[in-house]
């Protein structure tokens, strides 16, 4: 209203300056042009404080727009990408909200120097005070829920990590569980044969004095180790065979092959290996 009131009496002292031909014509004209300057003067400066006022407004929206991109990324701490956003948006907030503190700095600065005495703009700039405190408050309960966040997922990751390392270690002791149990279930399925000529057998203390096995020092290492559970078929390359050892008669069959070769067939591995788990056949 001053603005415009001031106007009015330059428009009116402007007019009296076109028309006036006395000798006060030239004051006159030197003081519409002073409150011309005036006006200019006083817009320019209004336009600054205004313009000062609409980056502070700005700027808030930015922080806020930004604040709401951490809270939606705050909802997936355990992404890698997601924690790289809300460090980023809050670095940018944190910039953001310097820059306005800086800016309603300058916006009291300028009022305390202006002659507008516009009663108005400073409750403007109180209350732009006011909602970037606020805004301020709000930034640092979300950093300290970021921190506390932090927390939680090291002391998550610590957990984690050393579950994987009871698990790794639990893992290791079944596979040597296993290995173990492996080992001596072959063991318990293991047998011996051997077979070969009556002189070849002699040779080897296999067949002492008749026998067969009689003598301790026979060789062991003459022996071929099989797996009861899966060795069934045993070709023994030769036209005669005649098992030594004592098997029931009901768990083999000692076949012949295309080419008149005899071939065991362990029909009943249980019943055969029952009594001895060493097979010696005579081949001639």
């Known amino acids: 209203m001053k603005k415009l009131f001031i106007l009015a009496i330059a428009v009116q002292i402007c007019t009296a300056c076109s028309t006036d031909n006395s ?10 042009d002073s409150l011309q300057r005036v006006l200019i003067d006083r817009d320019r400066e209004l336009d600054d404080i205004m313009g000062t006022f609409n980056e ?10 930004a604040e709401g991109r951490v809270t939606i990324a705050d909802g997936s701490p355990e992404s890698a990408s997601s924690k790289e956003v809300i460090r980023d948006n809050i670095a940018f907030i944190q910039e953001a909200m310097q820059q306005n503190r800086d800016m309603i700095a300058q916006l009291k600065e300028k009022l305390q120097r202006s002659n507008i005495g516009a ?44 579950l994987h390392t009871d698990v790794s270690s639990l893992d290791a002791e079944n596979k040597e569980k296993a290995r173990q149990v492996a080992a001596q279930d072959k063991e318990l399925n293991a047998a011996w044969f051997v077979f070969g000529t009556k002189a070849e057998l002699k040779e080897q203390r296999i067949l002492s004095g008749g026998e067969v096995l009689s003598d301790g020092n026979f060789n062991t290492d003459y022996f071929t180790k099989i797996d009861i559970r899966y060795d069934k078929e045993i070709k023994l390359y030769s036209k005669g065979a005649k098992l030594l050892t004592n098997h029931p008669t009901d768990s083999y069959r000692l076949e012949k092959d295309s080419q ?17 788990r060493y097979l010696v056949i005579q081949v001639k």
């Not at 005070?129 to 950093?143: S, W």
């Not at 008149?260 to 001895?276: D, H």
Request: aromatic share 4%; proline share 1%.
């Open 23 to 32: 000798k006060q014509s030239d004051a006159l004209r030197q003081t519409c």
């Open 56 to 65: 502070v407004q700005e700027g808030i929206q930015r922080i806020n727009e």
């Open 119 to 162: 009663e108005k703009l400073r409750k403007m700039v109180e209350s732009l005070t006011k909602e970037v405190e606020q805004q301020n408050q709000r930034i640092q309960e979300l950093e300290a829920r970021l921190a506390e966040k932090d927390v939680q997922i090291a002391e998550q990751l610590q957990q984690i990590a050393a």
């Open 260 to 276: 008149n070769q005899y071939v065991l067939n362990i029909t009943n591995p249980n019943k055969f290996w029952a009594a001895s």
